[in-house]
């Protein structure tokens, strides 16, 4: 591929949609187990207080392999290839969901112990997806059409959070937690026939053999290359903060703003990720257009912060509206495709892969210092303020991390670090 070849090949387009829809299911299940943590926690026998603790602990294990898992993925995809990373990661959080719908109590392990290794498994390769897929696409496109392919990536992916909420809530039988969590595995060992089809980064194959590939620690001995990774995992921020603190607080916080009528997570999670996949393909839109990443992000990012302003003062709003501000909160974070492209973008062949798969994983493991910050100024604060707290330090972060790094549009991706 020369630098003047601006077209999108036939094997190109086939693998965005491969590397889309990978990353609809891996959304699907990451936010599936919080659509069926308590009915499922429930069938299996525990009480309310119980469903709560467990369903945190089993939450932050499944966080836990994300973080190993984006570390020993993208250390993978250097070292071997991106495209084994998209058979392996897929392979394995597919076999873990189709092994969680069968959890009972036995006489070697409870139903709860069984839960906690499968979350922790399919974490780890949930971790995958993302960065091997954005990787691969990446190194693929001509320069200048990079963001389409990551648009189509991660606005598909959004879209899988919209799935899991609507098949969670399908059906009222006890056991429904146990078939949706087939389906979710169904579907990834489906996508495995697809992705014979894919093949091997250019970039990839033509690194020498004496560049050392997948060093995770190199990131952190310079000073230059570990400042880029810093800044590339403080925009991420933002999108974590709508997700994690807003949305996962809608209910309680929606007693707090008197909103008029009940609000319901799942309804909460529907339209935020509706949002989110919106935004996710418009941003990639307008990157295209104004020919910059980061000019994209500061528009999203203050658009977010507009939003969140008006959705802490929305007191007396109608159910309605308030679900009409999630969305558009989703919206304001669906800058997510553009943000990994960046993080992509910004480093050479030889740990692109690392950096791409572990900073989105990072950007979700920093939800539990920011839940643990925002916990922990509720009774000084209050929910309302703790929240606008927590999204003043998130959304200065974002915008400290984007001004701070090189404008990437176009830049040429053949170079190692």
Do not use: H
């Not at 991660?154 to 919209?162: D, P, Q, R």
């Amino acid at each position: 591929m020369t630098t003047t070849d601006t077209s999108i090949s036939k094997n190109a387009k086939i693998l965005i949609a491969v590397a889309a829809l990978g990353y609809f299911v891996d959304v699907y299940d990451l936010i599936l187990f919080g659509v069926v943590r308590n009915p499922s926690l429930a069938n299996l026998g525990l009480d309310k207080a119980q469903q709560l603790s467990e369903g945190l602990s089993l939450f932050n294990i499944q966080m836990a392999g994300m973080l190993i898992g984006g570390m020993l993925w993208g250390i993978w995809g250097d070292k071997k290839g991106r495209k084994s990373v998209l058979f392996g990661s897929i392979l394995m959080y597919s076999t873990a969901n189709v092994l969680n719908g069968f959890v009972q109590d036995t006489a070697f392990l409870e139903a709860i112990t069984q839960y906690g290794i499968l979350r922790f498994m399919a974490g780890v390769g949930l971790a995958g997806e993302l960065g091997a897929g954005i990787t691969l696409v990446n190194e693929t496109l001509p320069r200048e059409k990079r963001g389409i392919g990551a648009l189509v990536i991660a606005g598909t992916g959004a879209l899988g959070a919209v799935t899991a909420a609507a098949v969670g809530g399908a059906s009222q039988d006890p056991e429904w937690w146990r078939i949706c969590y087939f389906i979710g595995g169904g579907m990834g060992l489906f996508l495995l026939i697809l992705r014979f089809g894919t093949f091997e980064s250019v970039l990839f194959q033509k690194v020498e053999a004496g560049i050392e590939k997948g060093n995770f620690l190199s990131l952190f001995s310079n000073r230059e290359r570990f400042m880029k990774y810093f800044y590339c995992i403080l925009i991420g921020l933002p999108v974590w903060y709508v997700v994690g603190i807003l949305i996962l607080t809608a209910p309680e916080m929606s007693k707090v703003l008197n909103i008029q009528g009940e609000i319901t997570g799942g309804k909460t999670i529907m339209f935020c990720y509706t949002g989110l996949s919106l935004g996710d393909f418009l941003s990639g839109w307008v990157s295209q257009v104004l020919k910059s990443r980061k000019k994209t992000v500061y528009i999203f990012v203050i658009f977010a912060v507009l939003v969140t302003i008006v959705f802490l003062n929305a007191n007396g709003l109608s159910a309605n509206v308030f679900y009409i501000l999630c969305l558009l909160l989703g919206f304001g974070g669906g800058f997510w495709a553009v943000f990994v492209t960046m993080a992509s973008e910004q480093f050479g062949t030889n740990i692109r892969a690392t950096a791409t798969t572990t900073v989105p994983n990072f950007v979700r493991g920093a939800l539990i210092p920011i839940t643990v910050g925002f916990k922990a100024l509720i009774p000084s604060f209050g929910l309302v303020t703790a929240a606008l707290i927590i999204g003043i330090i998130c959304y200065g972060a974002a915008l400290l991390g984007t001004y701070k790094l090189e404008e990437t549009f176009s830049k040429d991706l053949d170079f190692v670090e």
